[in-house]
């Protein structure tokens, strides 16, 4: 392709195309000597990412409040199984957090109390106050039935029976003995006259003489008086056989519950609160037993004996949180669905007879519970899109502790009565994660980030490929073949994954960091390999799994190519034209990216001196797209007829574009086009051009590069390479090269060409055959020279324009 080096005739320096070498940097496992990967140690955990395992070691270890981590990375970084690796190793330093259940308040059931416990001994109090529980149901009846208890109560029943008795009977002797006698009616007792024993009735009681009369009802009233005071015993004598049985069944339950809260009391010796508590099982016990005894067990799901636990389920533990005794260090909890429910805990009901009833026993225990003492793992995003969960964890660590809260209290869905249970101390160190974009956009937008995550733990996308990290990956993917149980790779299979993840990195002096990206490739690769019958995937494997891969997501690519071929859109791969030039875009749908050559004009005529972005006017084009148009009209007015005033309109546009552009890769391959345009001069077709431009004319790296090269190559090949085509890219992007092979073995043969170029003067003469041309020392361009040519063009306009003015101004003073 030595016809393309243009304006070497001209004593200027050509460029000369990339040679193989600089296309695709291969792998280098010199230094590592296996056959499989089942050969190699695998390694795990964070790889490559020193400054991350430095923010998340000093965060981990830094026990102060707000001292949190918000660990950040690219998508598919594994951050999380990354950061469990590290944290697995800190925890197990750690001493085994408190268990916490909640028990009955008996003085104030809709408070139910939180109590601690060392680790690991919640389940055993649990299972004891259960069993205590149990025996209780048993001994209880059994000692209220007993023989003993039977005779005491009828003791006491029988003492206030003789009692009454007596009484009413040493009143019943004494009106009988004033001929008076004592009757019992639906009403009460009455007193009435008598004869010989007998009532007399009221119409022979109105035949008898006055005197008698009433000395009969002075009798009865004097009676009377004596039968109401008995009648007002009678309520303290029921007062005082009721305290005598409530003493006889409190004797009797203590005598039945003593030894049996003593056995459990014994367990837990050690821990005062639960001491406390059992006195006061066995304090309510008593106090109540009656309610025990006397009611059945069909009566036990009562409504009103649901609230503060039915019967001896008032007694039982709930247990929130419980450590594995057998598992020493502190908890690692990673909550997928951070509703506020999950992650603060919250209280449950049941409806009964239509009305939502609660207990402590309803009690749930959050993500939050489940990790103090530990490290607690949140998705930043999945905690940011849960309702009221974000504000309830900034709440919490600001508090220090854990209180549940009803939701539905505070926003009125429900009327029903909750609980308040007790608040439960909280030490636990959150780790949330994130992408970039989330991490900044949250700490622009929520002041209160840094209070509460002063750790930033920022993973890396790719690290440098050396030798030594060429095999450190390689380990890393011997590790992943492991893990998931998926066929070993040779030697050559490695190879390519290696290649491929410097692919990925976008740089072919780095290997990329994105672990979930390079687990993909095996898994495919080792299906390829099973379906072929072998053992061990090839290098093959691997190229049918990544063809598969493009061939899956390239719908869109290939439809675009094919408008492209059909000359639906227009792109010229041959022949020359003023003002007209392939730029090249990169489109990523999907997480798909390919590249799409894009044509390019321009027209210029006398103007004002400015450069009109049509993008830019109809609001397809974005603010980067604008600056990059807007910078070439410094570059013209920097370089050329410095003195005279600038005199062009030029108008650009991205022809056949239907959706917004945006970035400023195309600036160069514009300044092409206007410098064509002015100058007069064609520009090769053959070529397509990426990259940005300053002021001063030097061409500036961009993303992408692989995808566009290959975009514009797919087209030429498509067509037929004709051996002088190729590719402008900025020197700077050479670096970034890790093209497919089908574009490195046609430029080996000298059908395709990628041509590296830094300034803008090395372009353009490599696009229009001409000489760029460097400004002499008495100021002018060489003759024929691009540059002259522009200058000259614009000085031309200049002039048309002052002419212009003086017409105008000549007619004025004419009339």
């Known amino acids: 392709m030595d016809d393309m080096a243009a304006g070497e005739s001209a004593g200027e320096i050509a460029v000369r195309p990339l040679g193989g070498d600089k296309l695709y940097r291969p792998t280098n496992l010199s230094n590592l000597s296996f056959s499989t990967t089942a050969d190699l140690q695998p390694i795990d955990g964070l790889i490559g990412q020193t400054r991350a395992l430095e923010a998340i070691q000093f965060g981990t270890k830094v026990e102060r409040a707000g001292f949190n981590l918000f660990v950040i990375g690219p998508n598919g970084a594994r951050m999380q199984d990354a950061v469990k690796a590290v944290l697995t190793e800190e925890a197990r330093r750690k001493p085994i957090p408190s268990d916490w259940v909640y028990v009955n308040n008996f003085a104030n059931p809709d408070r139910p109390i939180a109590m601690e416990l060392p680790g690991g001994r919640a389940r055993a109090f649990h299972e004891a106050m259960h069993k205590l529980i149990d025996d209780l149901k048993a001994a209880l009846p ?79 009233e004097a009676l009377e008086k004596e039968l109401e005071h008995i009648i007002h015993q009678l309520p303290q004598w029921e007062k005082q056989r009721r305290d005598e049985i409530r003493q006889l069944n409190g004797d009797t339950a203590k005598y039945a519950v003593d030894q049996l809260i003593e056995e459990t009391k014994a367990s837990f010796s050690d821990i005062p609160r639960v001491v406390q508590h059992i006195d006061m099982v066995r304090s309510d016990l008593v106090e109540n037993v009656a309610m ?82 530990g490290y607690l793992l949140l998705d930043a995003r999945s905690v940011l899109i849960e309702p009221f969960s974000w504000a309830a964890l900034k709440r919490i660590l600001r508090r220090g502790e854990i209180a549940i809260e009803d939701i539905a209290r505070f926003l009125g869905f429900t009327s029903t009565v909750s609980l308040e249970p007790d608040p439960i101390p909280l030490k636990v160190k959150v780790i949330l994660f994130g992408d970039r974009l989330l991490y900044f956009l949250l700490a622009a937008l929520d002041p209160e980030l840094a209070d509460y995550f002063k750790v930033l733990a920022d993973f890396e996308n790719d690290f440098v490929r050396t030798p030594e990290n060429e095999v450190i990956l390689a380990r890393l993917l011997a590790a992943l073949t492991q893990r998931d149980g998926l066929n070993a790779l040779d030697r050559d299979a490695v190879a390519r994954v290696l290649e491929h993840a410097a692919r990925l990195a976008d740089h072919a002096g780095k290997l990329s960091l994105v672990v979930e990206q390079l687990r993909e490739i095996l898994i495919e690769a080792d299906f390829f390999a099973r379906q072929a019958e072998r053992a061990v995937i090839s290098r093959a494997d691997v190229d049918h799994a990544l063809e598969a891969r493009i061939r899956r997501a390239a719908r869109l690519r290939d439809r675009a190519q094919e408008a492209i071929l059909e000359n639906v859109a227009l792109i010229a791969t041959e022949g020359t034209h003023v003002g007209q030039i392939n730029g090249l875009s990169v489109l990523e749908l999907g997480g798909f990216s390919f590249g799409r050559p894009t044509r390019i004009t321009c027209q210029v005529r006398p103007g004002t001196g400015k450069v009109v972005d049509i993008e830019r006017e109809v609001e397809l084009g974005g603010p980067l797209h604008s600056k990059g148009v807007l910078i070439l009209s410094g570059f013209l007015a920097g370089r050329y007829a410095l003195d005279t005033p600038m005199s062009l309109f030029a108008s650009l546009v991205f022809e056949q574009s239907y959706g917004g552009v945006e970035g400023d890769s195309a600036s160069s391959a514009e300044l092409f086009a206007l410098l064509s345009a002015l100058a007069d001069v064609p520009l090769r077709q053959d070529l397509a051009v990426t990259g940005s431009v300053n002021q001063h004319g030097e061409i500036q790296a961009i993303g992408g590069v692989n995808e566009k090269i290959e975009g514009f190559f797919d087209i030429c090949d498509n067509r037929g390479l004709t051996a002088s085509q190729g590719v402008l890219i900025p020197q700077a992007n050479v670096q970034h090269l890790m093209l497919r092979r089908e574009v490195i073995d046609a430029c080996a043969a ?15 003469a490599l696009l229009t055959g001409l000489p760029a041309g460097e400004r002499a020392a008495d100021g002018t361009y060489p003759s024929n020279s691009i540059n002259r040519r522009v200058e000259d063009r614009l000085r031309a306009f200049a002039n048309i324009r002052r002419s212009f003015g003086s017409e105008r101004t000549g007619a004025a003073t004419g009339i």
């Open 292 to 373: 025990f005894v006397m009611k059945g067990e069909d009566d036990e799901d009562d409504a009103s004996g649901l609230k503060a636990g039915s019967l001896f389920d008032r007694y039982e533990v709930n247990v929130l949180v419980t450590q594995d005794a057998g598992r020493p260090g502190a908890p690692i909890v990673e909550e997928l669905h951070p509703a506020l429910g999950n992650l603060i805990g919250r209280i449950e009901y049941i409806s009964v007879r239509g009305a939502l009833l609660t207990n402590f026993r309803l009690i749930k225990s959050g993500a939050l519970h489940r990790a103090n003492g």
């Open 750 to 764: 000298g059908q395709f060409a990628i041509f590296p170029v830094s300034t803008i003067n090395e372009g353009i």
């Open 142 to 220: 059994a000692v209220f039935q007993s023989e003993d208890y039977q005779t005491r109560r009828g003791a006491i029943d029988e003492l206030f029976q003789k009692k009454q008795g007596e009484a009413f009977a040493a009143l019943r002797n004494k009106a009988v003995e004033k001929e008076v006698v004592l009757l019992r009616t639906p009403l009460g007792f009455a007193l009435a006259p008598a004869k010989d024993g007998h009532v007399v009735p009221p119409d022979e009681f109105k035949e008898w003489p006055e005197a008698k009369r009433r000395q009969v009802q002075a009798i009865i």
